[in-house]
């Protein structure tokens, strides 16, 4: 057997084999004072209140700092001026602050001046839309954690400005979660700052938009911000109009309100289901309406939809119409106790109204139902009469007019009566 001589391999002479951008990026040092010192180079000859200097030196940085590794440092140095160590207290190493940070701002907070400052991250982000999930995921809920060890003045700018943010869409509702830390709501620091984020967002978007806004965000329930022996609708309310909100506090209540009706609607089919006596079903309403109070228009609405939507209605369309006169008749006696006054019989029509608009099987049965309804003490000739002159709601509006005028007739000229 023949013995082969080791011979070496070839090698490239002098190439410098490149490494991945991965494997670098993970052995580069984090140098957050470095990327500091850089980026007040670009700044420190801009004066501070040149809001069109500083967004362009800004951008101009953008090509030479590393933005992307450096972003929550980059946005704290831009909101408060310097690099904060855990804790919330500036890196001290005798490095000056920033010339420009949203501290600068006007003392007390005005939305109009905020707003320039807001407009300068508006168009770095524009430029860079990397920088934005840093900001809203990082920067923001890092910063909110601290609200507790900041003067009130700063306090009130920040949180200005992150209404301002949040209403442009530059950052997420999520990073409030951070406020709902126990350290932060005993004192009502929580509370006071989502107010004020609240009263910024309010300036320049409506409600509904800050509603869809938190959630979006995965805020469900505000009362989270407050302290625990403050966690009542009724100190809500007079907490958002106290601070001149009051569609916070309206929006708040209506909230409530469908939180309430659907716990009625679906303890109301359980014992349906169950087969509950009547009694039973008006107890347990009347229990729910002591703990947690709805109006009594609102209350006769939801009773409706539990009790309705407990029927089971026939494949054969013309079997329809009996059937819902039959159970409407025989779930009457729990809808009666309820129906106390004029406001609350008018909406128990209305809510009829809608339900035979929206559900077409009984549309033709309509006058039917108040026939049923007056007889069984559920609305009076009155709420009938008022209901067909300026009382009914939009929906199929001169339909159901029309289809009541017999009725409507009867009520007029023989007042209280029954039908037969």
């Avoid at 002098?14 to 494997?23: D, H, L, S, T």
């Avoid at 850089?38 to 040149?50: A, M």
């Avoid at 804790?87 to 010339?99: E, I, K």
């Avoid at 840093?134 to 601290?146: F, H, I, R, V």
């Amino acid at each position: 057997m023949s013995q082969q001589s080791a011979t070496a391999k070839p090698s490239l002479q002098g190439v410098r084999i490149r490494a991945r951008k991965g494997a670098v990026k993970a052995h580069a040092k984090h140098e957050p004072t470095v990327f500091r010192d850089q980026l007040l180079k670009h700044l420190e000859n801009v004066p501070p209140n040149d809001f069109d200097a500083v967004t362009n030196k800004l951008v101009q940085a953008g090509s030479t700092l590393e933005f992307l590794k450096y972003a929550d440092a980059l946005f704290e140095i831009l909101l408060v001026g310097g690099l904060l160590q855990p804790g919330g207290q500036y890196v001290d190493d005798g490095t000056p602050l920033c010339p420009f940070s949203f501290l600068n701002a006007k003392e007390p907070a005005e939305v109009a001046d905020m707003k320039q400052y807001v407009e300068v991250l508006n168009k770095l982000i524009r430029r860079y839309k990397y920088l934005q999930r840093p900001l809203e995921q990082l920067t923001l809920p890092n910063l909110l954690q601290y609200t507790n060890r900041w003067p009130e003045v700063q306090r009130e700018k920040i949180a200005t400005a992150i209404g301002l943010l949040m209403a442009q869409g530059l950052a997420a509702a999520s990073c409030l979660q951070s406020l709902t830390k126990d350290h932060l709501v005993k004192n009502d620091i929580s509370a006071n700052v989502v107010t004020l984020v609240f009263r910024s967002y309010l300036s320049a978007q409506s409600m509904e938009h800050l509603a869809g806004t938190l959630k979006r965000g995965g805020i469900k329930d505000i009362l989270l911000f407050f302290p625990p022996n403050k966690r009542d609708d009724k100190t809500i309310d007079e907490h958002f109009r106290n601070a001149g909100i009051p569609q916070v506090a309206e929006w708040w209540t209506k909230r409530q309100y469908a939180s309430l009706k659907d716990g009625i609607i679906t303890q109301l089919r359980e014992m349906l289901s169950n087969g509950d006596s009547h009694p039973d079903m008006v107890a347990a309403i009347k229990a729910r309406q002591e703990e947690h109070p709805l109006p009594e228009s609102e209350l006769v609405s939801c009773i409706w939809q539990g009790l309705i939507s407990s029927i089971e209605w026939s494949a054969r369309q013309d079997q329809n119409e009996a059937l819902a006169l039959r159970e409407i008749s025989d779930f009457a006696d729990i809808l009666e106790p309820f129906c106390n006054g004029p406001k609350t019989e008018v909406a128990l029509i209305n809510t009829v109204q809608v339900y035979c608009y929206e559900d077409t099987r009984i549309i033709k049965a309509f006058p039917q139902v108040l026939k049923v309804l007056y007889n069984k003490d559920c609305i009076s000739d009155q709420a009938i009469i008022y209901w067909h002159q300026k009382g009914s709601k939009p929906q199929g509006r001169q339909h159901f007019l029309q289809a009541t005028q017999p009725l409507v007739k009867v009520c007029s000229a023989l007042g209280r009566t029954e039908f037969r």
